[in-house]
């Protein structure tokens, strides 16, 4: 039981309910399809049907759409403990895909799995809808982001919210957190250029808010950041963890 407790899937469900031994049990039987993918291919491509999901154990994903022209939009980016195509699971196909940004660790999960899961433990069910409901409404504070937000605010708010979440499961502090993410990364899922992208993280970091360098984001001045930002994390569903 101690392994299933360490889970970063765990760690996050346990925010909205206190899981019992049972709950527990049934979650560590979900976690034994576990494999390997390789950064840079896809794992779910869009349109692809009759696909599994998956619990994102370690590494980082990025969820995106592809436009005709090849251009891409990513609409999230997934961290330990996050789904990955939890809806195309009772859908036909998947209407995105999912490239990892590293090497990653996933448990494969089928719908027979998650239909019996949730037909013995009704509180477990009710957690994963609590996890997918953040998880949308957080592609609605990504939206907002694209749609009304100055560049700089865009940017900051952003990573604040990755640093929310990567506190929630224990791998980030107030002070900052490693970051695989690249600048053309940022860029798709802020509907920046890659040329914009390296001017507003230099103007941050001149204005002594945040630095993004070698693979780290530091906060320099977290408050200042929210200040630019109006990050107001009440959508994550949990108390700001990187005030703590």
């Known amino acids: 039981m101690t392994d299933i407790l360490e889970s970063p899937l765990t760690k996050k469900l346990q925010v909205f309910v206190a899981l019992?031994?049972?709950?527990?049990?049934?979650?560590?039987?979900?976690?034994?399809?576990?494999?390997s993918f390789t950064a840079g291919r896809d794992l779910v491509h869009q349109g692809q049907s009759d696909?599994?999901?998956?619990?994102?154990?370690?590494?980082?994903?990025?969820?995106?759409?592809?436009?005709?022209?090849?251009t891409r939009q990513i609409v999230d980016?997934?961290?330990?403990?996050?789904?990955?195509g939890l809806r195309s699971v009772l859908l036909r196909t998947s209407d995105?895909?999912?490239?990892?940004?590293t090497d990653i660790q996933a448990v494969e999960v089928l719908a027979d799995d998650l239909l019996d899961a949730f037909t013995k433990?009704?509180?477990?069910?009710a957690a994963f809808l609590w996890a997918a409901s953040r998880d949308e409404a957080m592609v609605v504070e990504h939206l907002v982001g694209v749609g009304r937000r100055s560049a700089d605010a865009r940017m900051a708010h952003f990573l604040l919210e990755l640093g929310a979440r990567l506190k929630l499961v224990g791998m980030g502090r107030k002070e900052g957190y490693a970051c695989p993410l690249t600048q053309y990364h940022l860029a798709d899922a802020l509907g920046l250029s890659?040329?914009?992208?390296?001017?507003?993280?230099?103007k941050?970091?001149?204005?002594?808010?945040l630095t993004f360098q070698d693979g780290r984001v530091t906060f320099d001045?977290?408050?200042?950041?929210v200040a630019i930002s109006g990050f107001d994390p009440a959508y994550l569903d949990q108390i700001d963890p990187l005030l703590k």
Do not use: M
């Open 51 to 70: 696909q599994a999901a998956y619990i994102l154990a370690a590494g980082w994903v990025c969820s995106y759409k592809l436009q005709p022209d090849g």
């Open 204 to 209: 941050l970091r001149e204005s002594g808010l």
């Open 221 to 225: 001045d977290y408050d200042g950041l």
């Open 77 to 84: 980016v997934q961290i330990p403990g996050d789904f990955l």
């Open 96 to 101: 995105h895909s999912f490239e990892p940004v």
């Open 121 to 125: 433990t009704p509180r477990l069910a």
């Open 194 to 202: 890659a040329v914009h992208v390296n001017r507003v993280l230099r």
């Open 20 to 35: 019992s031994d049972d709950e527990l049990d049934v979650l560590k039987r979900l976690h034994l399809r576990r494999r």
